[in-house]
């Protein structure tokens, strides 16, 4: 069975302040719900707050991720952040192809794949997003989109690397536009999505791998989203600014107000 992952991606928001008070509030309130048994929960912060975020969330169940990374391991590469600079932090997880990067910074399959392969051969966990543009929705091309980003976003990784890498289908037109995928539109795009993984794997393999559903999940649709067979958890930006808003979701994925096995 899929450990439901719920990851909080801060985006260029907070400030030292309110990302500190943030994940002490989360910290807290994580703690009271005992989650830990029934699913991953992370938070993203900008690299900036990386540190603090660290230190606050010591003893924690919280895990940490970055929102980006730099696919070479050192050197002339003014501005960037490597793999081992992370994992030095103590840095758990990296998202990569997010869409704002692939559609506002550039970023191609072809960087996107360098930079998982970067994360996993140094040791850490990826969250591969992919999804279609409201216009390639429209057009049918839904699927022919997942598939090129999972064939190139995962070329080179091996079976074994794949057990250190979740998935995040993020349709565009739905993220930070309020517009949810439905839970139906949501389960038919995981489903493909795990149909290519054991196309490019094995159907052992693209069973285990966790896919997270992302694009204005909120407490009010989580759980629906959740519930569908093929969605394992949440990448959540505005809803994962306000510790009330998070928990919201992680009841949702957890299934109750408490824990899914803890009571
Ligand atoms: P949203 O963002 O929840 O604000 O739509 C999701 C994401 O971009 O990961």
């Known amino acids: 069975m899929r450990k439901k992952f719920i990851a909080g991606n ?23 719900g005992n989650f830990a048994c029934c699913l991953d929960v992370a938070v993203c912060p900008s690299f900036v707050y990386l540190p603090a975020v660290v ?10 991720g970055a929102q980006d990374v730099y696919f070479e391991g050192n050197g002339a590469y003014t501005g960037e952040i490597s793999v081992a600079m992370l994992k030095d932090i103590g840095c758990q997880y990296v998202i990569v192809g997010h869409s704002e990067r692939r559609h506002v910074l550039g970023e191609t399959d072809e960087i996107v794949n360098k930079k998982l392969n970067a994360v996993l051969t140094g040791g850490l966990e990826g969250i591969l997003c992919i999804g279609e543009l409201l216009e390639e ?15 190139q976003g995962l070329a080179g990784i091996t079976a074994e690397q794949m057990s250190r890498v979740t998935i995040a ?5 739905a993220i930070g536009t309020g517009k949810t995928a ?10 493909f999505a795990r149909g290519i993984l054991a196309d490019i794997y094995d159907s052992n393999l693209a069973d285990s791998v ?27 930006g505005g809803a994962s600014l306000k510790a009330e808003d998070f928990m919201g979701i992680i009841q949702g994925g957890s299934g109750k107000s408490n824990c899914c096995c803890c009571g």
């Open 10 to 32: 801060w985006k260029m928001n907070l400030d030292s302040r309110t990302a500190g008070s943030l994940v002490q509030d989360l910290k807290e309130k994580i703690a009271q």
């Open 55 to 64: 230190e606050i969330l010591q003893g924690s169940q919280i895990k940490i």
């Open 137 to 151: 929705r429209e057009n049918n091309q839904t699927e022919a989109v997942i598939e090129r980003h999972l064939r």
């Open 169 to 173: 289908y993020e349709p565009v037109w």
């Open 182 to 191: 439905s839970p139906d539109q949501a389960q038919q795009a995981h489903a």
């Open 210 to 236: 966790r896919i997270q559903y992302g694009g204005s999940v909120k407490a009010g649709n989580a759980a629906d989203l959740m519930n569908q067979k093929d969605v394992d958890g949440a990448l959540v």
